[in-house]
């Protein structure tokens, strides 16, 4: 499978006054056409950090980004481009505009991506359509539950039909329960609409729905243990 977003040797150094904090220290990941990546690390790890760097958010201190094989370090019309276009971002905190509908929410998006008019409302009504939120399309943030939220907040990642989808915590503020029927959306939307995902968590329940799982400490990749192997493949399987 193509790999459609890679990240090669990456550093990030946070400057404060004197002090210098090496956040990253040569990381190299990639995700390919449909594959899922659970990627895992205590606080402080370095993942979230990672995570930002390869949505085209921060830019590492050195290092190579590249989407469908194509590096765009160093070029900041290249970022932005590919930050609007290729990438699809869910955050832990949904990030919805309140006073916006959730079909209101994904055509602002869409707007910032370029798509505008009869073209941007029916994407937003595909992508809602996707999640199962049809009946949902005219409520407000307030009028959803927190499941339904995060569901807008996929809609709107897919919205635009970007190359990879990045996903921070995506579970965090979600029971058990509603959580695991978010991350079984993310597998079967990932798998249909071939995007390559990578999910940031602490939740272990984030494997059996993963193709590989990487861990992350103090800036580095480590080795994924055997338990942890074997449960992505269990979950792959099924």
Known sequence: MARVLEANVIRKTFEEG?????????????????????LEGPSGSGKTTLLSIMGCILTPTSGEILIGGRSISGNDRALRDARRRSIGFVFQQ?????????????IYALGVKGHKGSRAVAEADRVLDAV???DRKGFLPRDLSGGQKQ????????????????????TANLDSAVGVQILDLFR??????????????HDPKVRRVA???VGIADGLLVATTPDEAAIAAEGHAA
């Open 18 to 38: 004197s002090q210098r904090v090496e956040v990253l220290r040569g990381v190299s990941l990639d995700v390919t056409a449909g594959e899922i990546v659970s």
């Open 94 to 106: 949904f990030n919805l505009f309140p006073a916006l509908t959730a079909r209101e929410n994904i």
């Open 132 to 134: 199962g939120l049809t």
């Open 211 to 213: 193709d590989r799982v």
């Open 188 to 201: 079967d939307l990932a798998k249909k609409e071939n995007k390559g995902l990578i999910i940031v968590t």
């Open 151 to 170: 569901r807008v907040a996929i809609a709107r990642a897919l919205a635009g039909a970007p190359e990879v989808l990045l996903a921070d915590e995506p």
